[in-house]
């Protein structure tokens, strides 16, 4: 059942939206409480079903982060519970506080990612373009060099200047906006 004023094709494309926006995050979450990369594939599975079948419950707007956190940690713990027999595991108040714990420190990741974009923005043109050749395009500073025409070297200095004053900017961004 879709929220109020949602079609199911809209409601469909809301939740992939979401899943994919905060996925990798939530992929992070499950394996900080389970330390296991395939038992983490597993449940990150398990819980994208349960939320695709829940998504009706979710409220649009408020955090889905919050939201897909609260239904992996049910899934981890059922898991653990089923688990426990066969070898040691986290008890359930380690695993609440490992949760909580990871919780926090995507929600901080989140706010520096959002601080870093602005940053980013601030940048003159060729510093942006040298940064996004170098970081995203093949990630080869020797390859940025020749595009540039820039001596690698130069280009290594340029980075570091800009990285630094990145750094500065992120860090005087959050105190800003009080985190």
């Known amino acids: 059942m879709a929220p109020p004023n949602m079609s199911q094709a809209e409601d469909n494309d809301a939740f992939l ?25 597993d449940l990150f599975q398990k819980t994208s079903v349960v939320l695709w079948k829940k ?39 380690l695993l609440e506080q490992l949760a909580v ?4 420190r995507s929600g901080h990741l989140r706010q520096r990612r959002t601080a870093l974009e602005k940053c980013l923005d601030k940048l003159s043109e060729k510093d ?19 595009q540039l025409e820039r001596p690698v070297g130069s280009v290594y200095d340029s980075l570091s200047r800009v990285r630094r004053a990145l750094r500065e900017c992120v860090q005087q961004t959050l105190a800003a906006e009080g985190h």
């Open 55 to 93: 998504f009706d419950g979710f409220e649009p707007g408020s955090d889905f982060m919050a939201w897909a956190c609260r239904t992996a940690k049910f899934e981890v713990c059922n898991y653990v519970r089923t688990r426990r027999r066969d070898r040691c595991l986290f008890s359930d108040a």
């Open 128 to 146: 942006r373009r040298m940064v996004d050749l170098c970081y995203f395009g093949e990630g080869n500073i020797k390859q940025a060099a020749a």
């Open 17 to 41: 939206e979401l899943l994919a926006q905060h996925g990798s995050q939530l992929f992070a979450y499950i394996y900080a409480l389970v330390q296991n990369l395939h038992d983490a594939d």
């Open 101 to 104: 714990s990871q919780r926090d």
